[in-house]
């Protein structure tokens, strides 16, 4: 019914190192598959779906516990099978969300004061 122009899309990601958890914004035009990284992959939000370019926004939140045990040891012989797919993210997330989202916020805003166009 709006019909916009373009749609910015925001998710959380699961990260590949636990150094990158709430460190990085990734931003991308190719869309978003939200839950593809944790394996409950939904329909894409992307310009062949939606008919509109995208402006993806993503950000790590959530690490593989299998990724932590191997990030701190260096040694996958001691990553137990049970543990891939078991993803975790940190007790302070909902901090780091709220601080995240002010910065993503105010950079969209900046953005769009400046006349940015897709």
Known sequence: ETRPDWVIAIDALAARSSKRL??????????????????NHRNGLTKENLGVPILAIGVPTVVDAATIIYD??????????????????????????????????????IALDAGWEA
């Open 22 to 39: 709430n460190r990085t914004i990734q931003l991308c035009d190719a869309g978003i598959n939200p839950g593809s990284g944790v394996g």
């Open 72 to 109: 701190a040891t260096g040694d996958r012989s001691r990553i137990a099978p049970n543990l891939n797919g078991m993803f975790v993210t940190p007790k302070n997330v909902d901090e780091m969300i709220k601080r995240l989202s002010f910065t993503i916020s105010e950079a969209i805003n």
